[in-house]
């Protein structure tokens, strides 16, 4: 990626990008798309980028990017708060990157099923820090008995996979209450489930 050029007009090329390969995937975007929303021509795309794969590349990153400082509160937080504080920090950083960045979600996918190439590495490199620290966080209180003696791979992955699937597969319980991410309302509901699950009754 060239980065001689003006940021500017790069940033807007990027946020095009996202903006379609989120909505159209990377097959059904093309690099005149981009050009046309970012108001640039697309000799001016590829004075920036030398191919599409490295347009999507940066888009995916720029997503990423916005998660960081998110990541390294949480893992601050982690050190001293007990479930009762920590576990609704979990849930409501999930819950907002699910409702303020689906763009994110959205390239993952796209990543995983379009790409070819590092797209596990860099979703690894990417969101592995997250649920690192939400796994060592368990672990700790695990060893500590402050939280049920679970493996905390799968109670990592188990509270993730609420956050992001529970909308839809609540569509297909009958009688399942659906819940919209993005209020206090659901942070508040995935918290309760979660410390009735994870954190003895006795504390």
Aim: hydrophobic share 45%; glycine share 4%; net charge neutral.
């Amino acid at each position: 990626m060239v980065t001689t050029r003006p940021p500017e007009v790069q940033s807007r090329i990027i946020k095009a990008a996202v903006a379609l390969f989120s909505r159209q995937g990377f097959h059904g975007t093309t690099t005149r798309e981009i050009a046309r929303l970012a108001d640039v021509s697309e000799v001016t795309v590829f004075r920036y980028f030398e191919h599409k794969d490295a347009i999507f590349w940066s888009a995916l990153q720029s997503c990423f990017s916005s998660i960081k400082p998110r990541i390294t509160l949480l893992d601050r937080s982690a050190v001293n708060a007990s479930p009762e504080v920590m576990l609704p920090e979990i849930v409501c950083m999930l819950v907002d990157v699910v409702t303020f960045a689906p763009e994110l979600m959205r390239l993952i996918a796209v990543a995983l099923l379009e790409m070819h190439g590092p797209a596990e590495e860099v979703c690894m490199e990417h969101l592995g820090p997250l649920f690192t620290v939400i796994s060592s966080y368990l672990a700790r209180n695990i060893k500590d008995g402050k939280v049920r003696n679970l493996n905390p791979a799968i109670a990592t992955a188990a509270i993730g996979l609420t956050v992001i699937a529970h909308p839809e597969l609540c569509k297909l319980v009958k009688g399942g209450r659906f819940t919209q991410l993005g209020g206090r309302d659901a942070i508040d509901e995935f918290s309760e489930f979660w410390l009735n699950v994870l954190v003895p009754a006795s504390n």
